[in-house]
């Protein structure tokens, strides 16, 4: 597998993704974060698979072939396939002991063991999120409603249409 730090690195830039403004701190996420606002739209899941992985999951995208990011694409990577969704899970699982929690066609839900504390790091993690799932736009925020509501908090949620 490709270095996972350069794939991310690829995409960020790749997706032109504009720095978040941490002047203003830390901050604070709401109790339950955004997953746990998102989660309670789930409905009807009924889909369970046990295997055995690396610690934190992040090959389950590479064993699985899911989620399906079908709505992802820019010139440089006109689908998310599944070795970019281990890279950043496999990078997120070394730096913020980011666990794989569960995980459907079409979103995928992160249990996050040390969020990232210091501004520069939330907002280059938002960055990052906000490259891989654009989608958080509609629910979250751009990049600063990310570094704000999701980073911070110790559950991420992604999801695509």
Sequence with gaps: MADPEALIAEIVAAARVEEPDMTAGVPVPPPGGAAERLRQRWTGVRWLCLT??????????????????????TPVHPRLDPAYHAAFLRSWHRRFDACVRGLHPRWL???VG???????EIA??????????????????????????????????????
Excluded: S
């Design 124 to 161: 280059a993690v938002a960055m990052e999120q906000y490259a891989y799932c654009d989608d958080l736009g509609l629910d979250v925020g751009f990049p600063a409603g990310v570094a704000r509501e999701q980073v911070p908090a110790d559950q991420w949620y992604f999801w695509w249409d």
């Design 109 to 111: 839900d992160i249990v």
């Design 52 to 73: 055995a992985t690396p610690q934190g999951g992040w090959d389950l995208p590479m064993l699985l072939g899911k989620p399906h990011a079908l709505n992802w694409g």
């Design 114 to 120: 040390a969020p990232p504390t210091e501004p520069d």
